[in-house]
Every structure is written in C-alpha cells, then in structure tokens.
C-alpha cells in the first residue's frame, strides 16, 4: 500500500511538473512577422494568467498589443499598432516603441561633452528628435524569452554602435518586459557604455483606454504627481525654466480631463498645441501617474524611477496612419506617458545628468499596471 501511495505521488509530481512546464511555454508565443535589414522580425505573445494578452515586437523593441477587460469583462486592445509588420516600417510613428539614443529633442542637433561637440541628425524643425530617423525605435534587435521566470517574460537586448546617429560610445542596451498576473507590464532598462556618452530612454506606447481607435482621449481623467513641469519654446525646446504646475492647466495633481483646460489661453498650451511638456516627478508617492477612462472603467498607473514624464497628447496625430482594424489615428485620439529624463539635458547642466560612463551600468524600471474602477 505504501509503495503504491509513493508511486502515485511520483507520477502525479512528474504530471504537475509536465503541466507547469507546458503552461510556461503557452505563457510566451513567437512567430516571425517580418524581415528587416536582413533580420528576422518576431510578434511575440504574452497571455497572463488573467488571460490579458501583451503582444511585443522586436522591432524597435515595442509594445504593439495591450489587451485588457473593461469593467464588464469586455476585452479590447489599447495601444496603437499595425495589422501588419509592413505599415509598421512604412513610417514612424514611434508606436510602442523604445526609443533611444535620445528620446525627446535636442536642441539643433549638437550637444558638447568634455570639450567635444557633437552633431545630430535634424529630424523635427531644426531639432534632432528621439534618436534620428534611424534611432532604436527602428532597429531589428535581438530576442531571448528568458526561462524560469514566474510571469511570461521577454527581453530585448541592442548594441548601438559607436557615433550611432552621431552619438559617442558603443551602448548594449537591454528592455527586459514582464507581463504580471495582474497585468502591469513591468519595463527593466540596462545600459552600459564603452565611452562617456548621453542618453535618454524611454517607452513610446500611445494609449487609449476606450479601445485604440475608438474617438479620442480628452475624457481621459489624469493625475500627475508633479510640482513642476519643463517649460518650452514654440519649438518644444526647453528654456531652462522649471514651472509651477500650481495655478496652471499644467496641475494634474488632482484628477482633470485633458480636455477640460487644454483650449485655455495659456502659453505653454499654445507653443505645443496641446500638452507635450515633461512633467517633474516629485517622487514622493508609489504611483507617479494615473489615467482613468469613466465609460470603460479601466484605469492605469505608472510608475517609474525617473525624474519625470512626457505627457504627449497625440496633438500631431492626423489620421492619416492606419492603424489596427483600418482605424485612422485620429487627432488626441491617444495619449503617451513617456518616463525618463527632461528633453534637451545635454545643453542644460541644471537639469538631472544623463551622462553615462564606461563601467557603469544604468538600470531603470517603468511599470504600467492596468485594472478597472
Ligand atoms: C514628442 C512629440 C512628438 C512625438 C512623436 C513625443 O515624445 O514629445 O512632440 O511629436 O513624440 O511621436
């Protein structure tokens, strides 16, 4: 009797291990959804075990499907992307992805670090944005699915080139994701560097909580824990100056629409058309921001190790980029909470350093956590 009980508690520990392993590998699918520069491209799927599914890419290492319930259970995706991997590369919308060397603007494209001046790829105006035309958001990367991890998990690791888009130093940069049973998708940055070089990191996923491609993003109810933000000029550089949110359309301390002060009479509203301004992080609280969409009831946090986040309100979508489902991109119709350091950092030694030495390593991590209200 006894060994008849050993055996059947051998067979079932061989049948359980047999089942976790079998569900690890269901956790995280990859198949090859395009070719580029000669290398292969992969969708990968990451179902939760709340049966929310993440969809990533490593193509500009992005995020390209969130699939999250609504407060009735009711899923849908809410984040841009393409049906296919073609309208993916047809342009650059940044969807989703990582973007780097230097995500954000740099005045004129030149910057001077220990006496040497640098020269960038001028892509916006007379500004160098997100890295050049050719920066990481456009860069097949490497794919590994790390094993023994206890939530499906995904990383991504580049090797940026020594002056990659003038930028000096050969970088290796790793975005490792993790999608949790309670579905936050966790982002851990590491950078390392071979030559004294800057760099500013960052994840460029639009957000819509209604549904991507469903009307536009000015209900959204946000909250940003920050006493100041970056002001600009009418070319979205910034001036230097650190402002109050205090009295401003700029103070999301407490909850407010997008919409509701975005058409006031304010400078900062005008130069950038709406609200596309880094946020100062006061980094005193766990969740650094929030967004609430009262019809779904879904609701997101962020939060984040960074000195601050770029509200981008989707002021320069047109339509004209087809998205999921033939769905334009409409004006405001998403929204990015894009965490990192302030634009320009380079040019303004008050602002927090995004210098980066050989030997050391830079880690970061960036946590989305979606649910509903
Ligand atoms: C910038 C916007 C820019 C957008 C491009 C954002 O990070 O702040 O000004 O138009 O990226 O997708």
Known sequence: MKKFNL?????????LLAACNQSKKEMVTKELYGNFKGKEVYLLTLTNKSGNVLKLTNFG????????PDRNGNKDNITFGFDTFDGMIGGDPY???VVGRYANRIAKGKFTLDGVE??????????SLHGGPAGWHSQAWDTEIPEDTDFPTVKFTYKSPDMEAGFPGNMTVEAL??????SEIIIDYTLTTDKRTVFNITNHAYFNLHGAGIGDILDHQLVIKASKFVAVDTFLIPTGELRQVEGTPFDFNTPHTVGERIAQDYDQLKFANGYDHTFVFDNNEEVDATVYEPVSGRFMEVISDQPGVQFYCGNFLNGTRIGYGGKPYTHRSGLCLETGHFPDSPNHPDFPSTVL???ETFKSRTIYRFSVK
Do not use: C, K, Q, S
């Open 118 to 127: 640098y020269t960038l790829p001028i892509n916006n105006g007379p500004n």
């Open 61 to 68: 290492a992005r995020i390209t499907w969130i699939e999250v």
């Open 357 to 359: 030495n050989p030997g």
């Open 177 to 182: 994701y993790t999608w949790t049973d309670n």
């Open 95 to 97: 969807y989703g992805a």
């Open 7 to 15: 055996l059947f508690a051998m067979v079932a520990a061989i049948l």
